[in-house]
């Protein structure tokens, strides 16, 4: 649901609406490929989405929205109650994906081979994440301080229960 208020928020930065377009509600694989196989001609969609169209051939060009709307596409989410109840997991799982995600960005290639080695097809997927890493290091968060942040209160987006 993220993907559609950032798409909002960015054509309402060019005067447009939702009316002024045709948006399909197509589902995380329909997104891309629509585009791919030439049913639509653009998407609003994460770094994931990206590699798939590329390798169908078809050229494309980004446009980070954040820099005409800003939003957060992706977030970790956890309920008043844990977050009261059991902080310290709550920041150890942050910590972890946030981890996870610098990890990746700074080494797409050796993460690709921990990601795959226990795959039976890990030589096939490999190729794929390798491009999903090299994607999402070139569309960074930009104006980011640091990857590995450890509690929610390190990031200004995020809203921390008291």
Not at 54 to 69: C, L, M, R, T
Not at 128 to 133: A, Q
Request: hydrophobic letters at 35%; aromatic letters at 4%; glycine letters at 8%.
């Amino acid at each position: 649901m993220s993907l559609r208020y950032a798409l909002l928020g960015l054509l309402a930065s060019a005067g447009l609406t939702q009316d002024d377009v045709n948006i399909q509600s197509v589902g995380p694989t329909g997104v891309w490929e629509f585009v791919a196989t030439g049913k639509s001609v653009g998407m609003a969609g994460v770094p994931d989405w990206i590699p798939p169209v590329q390798a169908a051939g078809v050229k494309v060009k980004v446009i980070p929205s954040d820099e005409y709307f800003p939003h957060m596409a992706q977030g970790i989410a956890a309920s008043d109650q844990i977050i009261k109840e059991k902080p310290e997991m709550v920041r150890k799982f942050v910590h972890a994906a946030l981890r996870g995600m610098k990890d990746i960005m700074d080494d797409p290639e050796k993460e690709s081979d921990i990601s795959c080695a226990s795959c039976q097809s890990g030589r096939e997927r490999k190729g794929r994440l390798n491009s999903h890493s090299t994607c999402m290091r070139s569309l960074s968060i930009r104006g980011s301080r640091s990857w590995a942040r450890s509690t929610p209160s390190g990031s200004p987006n995020c809203r921390t229960s008291t």
